[in-house]
């Protein structure tokens, strides 16, 4: 009940348009309007103001267009004018026609956002902690993060992310290289540089495909083309030495051959039986496979529809809009709420066990204090308290800031902030947050665990929000 | 988006008292279809089956766009031949519904909902995850 109460409090008092708040925005806003890319919480880096998207790490994407950029040259430089002289002039246009193909889905499949799922708003977070906190399932702590549903009458199991602060839809993972989920995930490839997901993996595919025919067709065209000219030049070695780079191209084809064919039946296979690279690696649905034909809930159990729906199906939209810009009254997620509201909060925030999503907006509450400089905000990364940590901002009174709480979202994600008044803290509490986490190294003389007994519960998997 | 530009004034205007998110109905699989539960914050506000209506409606039109049928395929055999390229100058079929989606949410926001403190969110701002709805203070509205 109370914790509806604080929730009820904080969320439209931070979120809701206030005077201050909105000149901030305005004042940020007058000079340029932000476009949303430029604030997007994922580690990806995006192009041409939004348009293209690729992945924090390009992996060995620049590997894989100088592969086939290279072979094809050597291949239109060495191979075609003889095939051409003594096959037909076809082979340079199939393989031009070839290539082509596969640097443009190769480059789609890059530059694609792959399905990703827009992070919750704070709102929505807050309203799935309610019902997760209201709900049958969490009689003990810490509640289960899973959710079951039914689909087409199989049990799915819908996970939550902390990251994204939602339950994930079916067939929706997390990606940890590019930190977002995405819908309908297969995997990360590298040599895309980017995930492969329900937008890009039509892209994917018929990159893959493309390309086991471009390599089988040079491979066989350099076979060829050697064997006609050993045959001319009756030797195998002078043959070699006219044309060298038959010989580069033949090495890379020959090395790349087995594993991109073996890639195209297994996906041809994923394609047919409507799974993803996640589902069948992990076995989501292959214990069923004793019961029924296929325990897969989203099959249409027919290959020509599954194939269909997977390749043809209607391209979806991108769901996190890149190029749309920041609307002025919305708050990007560092909100400054007003100092007033704190101090009731933090009385009604005594002796409360605080749940994670509380500890969230408490995070969100403090990191505004931190904007209005009443503590260092020091680097953002997980440091352990001790007392080498000082504060050096003034300290207003102990009784408006608020207490222990927020002082342990410090430990998470600030190094500094105990501020010396607070050092109010019992030794039992200090024993108690030590046993419960670890992570959290408080040295003695550090502050404030005074009043809120914290239970952190499955701490190690919390993802905060990561603040610019 | 456009359809809170007019309405836009109410929001700056009134207090937010509550947000009600409906969320996404999976038994059909990954489609996007929306739980039709009738929310008890709204209870006091709107009549149960207007509001059944809406969502309903909506879950037609998301059907319709990602419906696999031979208008879907063909543009899908039609963008794999030219290369993914036709999508620069032509708009998906998922798109062309999407638009219509945004127009009856601002006609049912204009007409219906506006007038009793409502406010429905466009589910495409938000990831097509939640439909939310925005509950204003009951002040003297009038439209």
């Known amino acids: 009940m109370m914790k509806n109460c604080e929730y009820q409090q904080i969320d439209p008092r931070a979120l809701s348009v206030s005077p201050s708040s909105a000149q901030n925005h305005a004042g940020k806003s007058a000079q340029r309007p932000r476009r949303k890319w430029e604030v997007f919480p994922g580690k990806n880096r995006f192009f041409c103001d939004g348009r293209i998207i690729l992945a924090r790490q390009s992996g060995v994407l620049p590997l894989t267009l100088g592969l086939i950029v290279v072979t094809c040259g050597l291949f239109f430089a060495f191979d075609c004018p003889f095939l051409v002289e003594h096959l037909t002039v076809f082979i340079p246009v199939i393989g ?230 920041l609307p002025l009254d919305e708050p990007i997620p560092a909100p400054s709420a007003s100092e007033m509201e704190l101090p009731p909060f933090v009385a009604k925030n005594d002796a409360h066990m605080c749940t994670q999503s509380t500890k969230d907006v408490l995070e969100r509450v403090v990191h505004s204090f931190d904007f209005h400089g009443l503590c260092p905000p020091g680097t953002p990364k997980t440091s352990p308290l001790g007392p080498e940590v000082s504060c050096t901002a003034a300290a207003p009174s102990p009784q408006t800031l608020p207490s222990a709480s927020s002082s342990l979202q410090h430990a998470r994600q600030l190094v500094p902030a105990p501020c010396p008044p607070f050092s109010r803290s019992s030794k039992k509490e200090m024993d108690s947050l030590h046993s419960i986490n670890p992570a959290f190294r408080l040295a003695s003389p550090s502050p404030s665990l005074s009043r809120t007994t914290l239970i952190l519960g499955d701490a190690p998997d919390l993802g905060f929000i990561p603040l610019p | 988006m456009a359809e809170t530009h007019s309405l836009q004034d109410m929001r700056q205007q009134a207090a937010v008292a509550a947000k009600v998110f409906i969320q996404r109905d999976y038994t059909n699989g990954t489609v996007c279809q929306f739980q039709t539960k009738f929310p008890s914050e709204m209870e006091t506000r709107i009549d149960k089956q207007q509001f059944e209506e809406t969502v309903r409606t909506l879950n037609n039109l998301y059907a319709e766009a990602e419906k696999l049928g031979s208008q879907s395929y063909i543009e899908g055999c039609l963008a794999c031949l030219t290369a993914y390229t036709v999508f620069l100058c032509m708009e998906t079929h998922y798109e062309k519904v999407l638009k219509k989606i945004a127009k009856y949410i601002q006609e049912q926001n204009d007409k219906i909902y506006a007038p009793r403190g409502l406010l429905l969110t466009d589910p495409i701002e938000r990831g097509l995850r939640v439909i939310e709805v925005t509950i204003f203070e009951d002040r003297s509205l009038t439209r």
Not at chain 1, 203 to 214: A, G, P, T, V
Not at chain 1, 271 to 294: F, P
């Open chain 1, 96 to 325: 031009g026609v070839l290539f082509v193909f596969v640097v443009i889905s190769l480059l789609r499949t890059s530059f694609t956002d792959p399905g990703i799922l827009p992070r919750a708003t704070p709102d929505e977070a807050a309203d799935i902690e309610k019902q997760i906190d209201t709900s049958g399932s969490s009689t003990y702590r810490p509640p289960p993060r899973t959710k079951e549903i039914l689909i087409n009458q199989q049990v799915v199991k819908l996970k939550y992310c902390f990251t994204c602060k939602t339950f994930r839809p079916p067939r929706t993972s997390h990606c940890s290289l590019c930190d977002n989920c995405v819908e309908r995930f297969d995997h990360h490839c590298p040599w895309v540089g980017n995930c492969v997901g329900k937008r890009n993996y039509r892209f994917f595919y018929s990159f893959i495909i493309s390309l086991s025919f471009l390599t089988s067709f040079i491979f066989g065209c350099v076979i060829t083309h050697i064997t006609l000219r050993s045959q001319a030049s009756k030797s195998l070695v002078q043959a070699i030495q006219e044309s060298p780079g038959s010989v580069v191209e033949l090495v890379i084809c020959f090395f790349s051959i087995w594993s991109i064919l073996g890639l195209s039946g297994f996906h041809t296979y994923l394609v047919a039986s409507n799974l993803t690279t996640n589902e069948d690696i992990k076995g989501s649905w292959s214990s069923k496979r004793a019961a029924e034909e296929s325990g897969n809930p989203y099959s249409y159990n027919s290959i020509i529809t599954n194939c269909c729906a997977t390749l043809c199906g209607p391209m979806p939209p991108s769901l996190i809009d890149r190029r749309g810009f």
